[in-house]
């Protein structure tokens, strides 16, 4: 099959006869018609993520149509639209028993070693890790359920741990890429009336400010939040500066949501945490709820237009990657169609 | 008045004409039975707390006798028992609206100026800090419901905050002083059963086996814990090292209560927290009704049979000081009685 492999730093190999992927029990193939590029593709792209070693097929915001039997030989998809969840876990363990799958001790991603990505034509994917893509919704869009799921999850959980309901309170989110801007556009549709997000792209914060649900603000040169106001910060970069930022920002008993992992050293400020009792929690992904939920608010327009996309083809991705890394792109989101 | 006076790093005067306090609207005076020394004192004592410079009386788990009428003329309380809530908040901001007092922008705390502490023969505080001393329970005992009910708002916290009940999950606590006691004792009154508890003094952990609640050990030469453990972990000492051990040990998806503030640089695993959805939140003293939940959990042998005080006259706590620095001391609580 075709497929675009990351096969050393900074290397991106479009072949045409890359080996297709082993079906496990329970699982189907899956043809991707459109996949994002995510900040961890970029991130493992660059060398930096050693989870990831090269060669590897790397993608997993993937959407196609099912192929064929699973192993036992049940076509009961075969033709299906399907948005996947790339997450595979062992469905048994306490945290899949008590609906958290993103917490499995033995969760896989594809992507990442023994699961090849879907940066190609095919996946194989357990067949309950599969979301229907609604009546009328394009591939492109559906390809979005990913990342818009990594926000949705995250401002969930936000939404459990501050005082009081997300209507009667501030957000900040850091960063405007796509899980940024689904973190925003979740935290609107689920209440939240006071919403500030800081990104440093000029593009990406024109790319977010269209969206009408926010205020957009550029922190290295315009400090919009004032310290000690907000009640939940959602870091969808993760780094040193914005982790600082979010401990500034964040009021007494005020909830910090940690989705976005640039690094992971320094930036809170502990003293602060323990004396005005701030909550600091990491997300991670999604569970298969949020998986749903997210699907459903994208079709019933819960979440705005889903307009910020630009598409590339597969065959072209390297450049995508390029493009994206040198601060190009002002769409949230870039998403590869594999020819046909 | 006669008052214990911090008066310079590693100095305390104890004196016989200190100032008597002053009544503000809606306060009495308590004349002090009992009163415990804090880690909080100690480190003042040290130098270490910028925001207690000396001179100044020190000292805030206290227990004593109203004293005459408030400053408007009411007698009501007048010769009631009582045990203080050193916790001044504004009572009308949004954190005391909904109930967290705690986390008041206006609070102060007596011991910390412009309040003078309960080292002295006298303390003026509001009427509503005040919680009536139950029938029989000595003035001693009372004198723990502060340290007690730090422990109890940590673990009612921290019980939020897990996936599953206590009486389901596994807690580790660092720290065998009074607070991590009585977070153990407040773990094992609200249902846990599986309670580890960290101390690196040997007289201080026999103290704690002797409590017959928790399995006790020194983290130092046996490190009973296993990696991603722990569903609660409870850290009543919070430096480097008990904030690296409680990264270790909490399991995905578990929380860390971080209620010690020896310091506050490094020791926190952003890496995991994020990707294993760790909550890390900080834990500041105690609500009013914490304070209530406590006396009363005193009062109905819920905690045991809180015989882990020495006590010590008022005029030798320079002497207590210095006992309890260098570790030679067994009690959880040293107690200092002003005489009559």
Same mark, same amino acid.
């Given at each position: 099959?075709?497929?675009?492999?990351?096969?050393?730093?900074?290397?991106?190999?479009?072949?045409?006869?890359?080996?297709?992927?082993?079906?496990?029990?329970?699982?189907?193939?899956?043809?991707?018609?459109?996949?994002?590029?995510?900040?961890?593709?970029?991130?493992?792209?660059?060398?930096?993520?050693?989870?990831?070693?090269?060669?590897?097929?790397?993608?997993?915001?993937?959407?196609?149509?099912?192929?064929?039997?699973?192993?036992?030989?049940?076509?009961?998809?075969?033709?299906?639209?399907?948005?996947?969840?790339?997450?595979?876990?062992?469905?048994?363990?306490?945290?899949?028993?008590?609906?958290?799958?993103?917490?499995?001790?033995?969760?896989?991603?594809?992507?990442?070693?023994?699961?090849?990505?879907?940066?190609?034509?095919?996946?194989?994917?357990?067949?309950?890790?599969?979301?229907?893509?609604?009546?009328?919704?394009?591939?492109?869009?559906?390809?979005? &359920?990913?990342?818009? %799921?990594?926000?949705?999850? *995250?401002?969930?959980?936000?939404?459990?741990?501050?005082? $009081? +309901? !997300?209507? #009667?309170?501030?957000?900040?989110?850091?960063?405007?890429?796509?899980?940024?801007?689904?973190?925003?556009?979740?935290?609107?549709?689920?209440?939240?009336?006071?919403?500030?997000?800081?990104?440093?792209?000029?593009?990406?914060?024109?790319?977010?400010?269209?969206?009408?649900?926010?205020?957009?603000?550029?922190?290295?040169?315009?400090?919009?939040?004032?310290?000690?106001?907000?009640?939940?910060?959602?870091?969808?970069?993760?780094?040193?500066?914005?982790?600082?930022?979010?401990?500034?920002?964040?009021?007494?008993?005020?909830?910090?949501?940690?989705?976005?992992?640039?690094?992971?050293?320094?930036?809170?400020?502990?003293?602060?945490?323990?004396?005005?009792?701030?909550?600091?929690?990491?997300?991670?992904?999604?569970?298969?709820?949020?998986?749903? &939920?997210?699907?459903? %608010?994208?079709?019933?327009? *819960?979440?705005?237009?889903?307009?910020?996309?630009?598409? $590339? +083809? !597969?065959? #072209?991705?390297?450049?995508?990657?390029?493009?994206?890394?040198?601060?190009?792109?002002?769409?949230?989101?870039?998403?590869?169609?594999?020819?046909?």
């Amino acid at each position: 099959m075709k497929a675009l492999v990351y096969t050393g730093e900074k290397e991106l190999t479009y072949i045409e006869d890359a080996e297709m992927p082993v079906l496990r029990d329970g699982e189907v193939m899956v043809r991707i018609d459109a996949v994002g590029i995510c900040g961890s593709d970029l991130h493992a792209y660059l060398g930096h993520d050693s989870r990831r070693p090269a060669p590897l097929i790397l993608g997993h915001e993937g959407a196609g149509i099912v192929c064929g039997a699973d192993n036992a030989g049940n076509r009961d998809l075969d033709g299906q639209a399907v948005v996947i969840n790339p997450l595979v876990s062992c469905g048994h363990c306490s945290a899949c028993r008590t609906g958290f799958e993103n917490q499995c001790g033995a969760r896989e991603i594809i992507s990442m070693a023994p699961r090849q990505g879907a940066f190609a034509e095919y996946v194989a994917i357990p067949k309950r890790n599969l979301v229907p893509v609604p009546e009328g919704m394009s591939m492109t869009t559906a390809s979005l &359920a990913e990342p818009i %799921a990594t926000g949705w999850h *995250a401002v969930t959980k936000g939404a459990k741990l501050i005082t $009081r +309901p !997300l209507v #009667e309170s501030k957000a900040l989110v850091y960063g405007g890429g796509a899980v940024g801007l689904a973190a925003a556009l979740s935290l609107h549709a689920q209440g939240c009336r006071q919403i500030f997000l800081a990104e440093t792209n000029e593009l990406r914060r024109e790319t977010v400010k269209s969206a009408g649900i926010c205020t957009v603000f550029d922190p290295l040169t315009n400090p919009l939040v004032a310290s000690n106001a907000i009640d939940l910060v959602v870091d969808c970069v993760g780094n040193k500066h914005t982790r600082m930022g979010s401990s500034d920002a964040v009021k007494p008993g005020g909830v910090i949501v940690h989705v976005g992992l640039q690094d992971s050293i320094e930036g809170l400020d502990v003293r602060k945490f323990t004396l005005q009792e701030v909550i600091f929690t990491g997300s991670y992904t999604y569970t298969m709820q949020d998986f749903h &939920a997210t699907v459903e %608010a994208m079709h019933n327009g *819960a979440l705005g237009a889903l307009d910020w996309i630009q598409e $590339r +083809p !597969l065959s #072209e991705g390297a450049d995508a990657f390029d493009d994206l890394l040198n601060g190009r792109i002002a769409a949230a989101k870039v998403v590869l169609r594999p020819e046909k």
